[in-house]
């Protein structure tokens, strides 16, 4: 295979498990899954992309639901588990010189948490959607990325768990696999 210049992992469904919560967050809330996505429809999205803070959301949240939410329960019901075969794909890239950063869709309660956790540790650099100001599977994300390493696209790897996310990464060229687990990760790097 290549070798390439740069290695853009995902982090929720890939380095960890996935961050939903609309289970977990409607039983605290005390409401159906269905009204939880009604009433944080459209502001989840503006959390994600960095145009309303975590306080902002549940103040919005509460005004729509009628229920007053003081509490940030995307930080305190956020438990993601380590994937470590990842973990080590990662290690080992590192360990040949490879320059190997996060890209990730996350709210400002989920990084704090992961800094929290030292789950962006392994990483060179964490590129977090709500901090850009845009969320995958908008190419600016990338172009983001690729502009801030001085990467150009086909020198770089990208891994998700998410097909569209995989083909907006490879609408600009990046080489872009999609994650189903570490082992069939590694033999997509040739790293056996």
Known sequence: M???????????????TTAA????????????ESDFREYSKGIFNQLSDGEVSTKDFWRM????SGKTVTTDWW????????????????????????????GTNTIDSH????????????????????????AKPDVR????????EQVKAEDAVFVDDRQDNCDAAASLGIHAIRFTDAQSLATALEMQ
């Open 111 to 134: 990084y704090r948490n992961h800094c929290e956790r030292g789950d962006y540790a392994v990483f060179d650099q964490t590129y977090s959607s709500f901090l850009m100001g845009v």
């Open 21 to 32: 919560l609309e289970k977990r967050m409607s039983e605290v809330l005390c409401m159906s």
């Open 2 to 16: 290549k070798s390439y210049k740069l290695y853009i992992f995902d982090m929720g469904g890939v380095v960890t």
């Open 75 to 102: 930080h305190w019901l956020f438990h993601p588990v380590r994937n470590e075969q990842t973990y080590d794909i990662i290690r080992k890239l590192k360990a040949e010189g490879k320059r190997v950063v996060c």
């Open 61 to 64: 949240f509460s005004q729509r």
């Open 141 to 148: 994300f990338w172009q983001i990325i690729l502009e801030a």
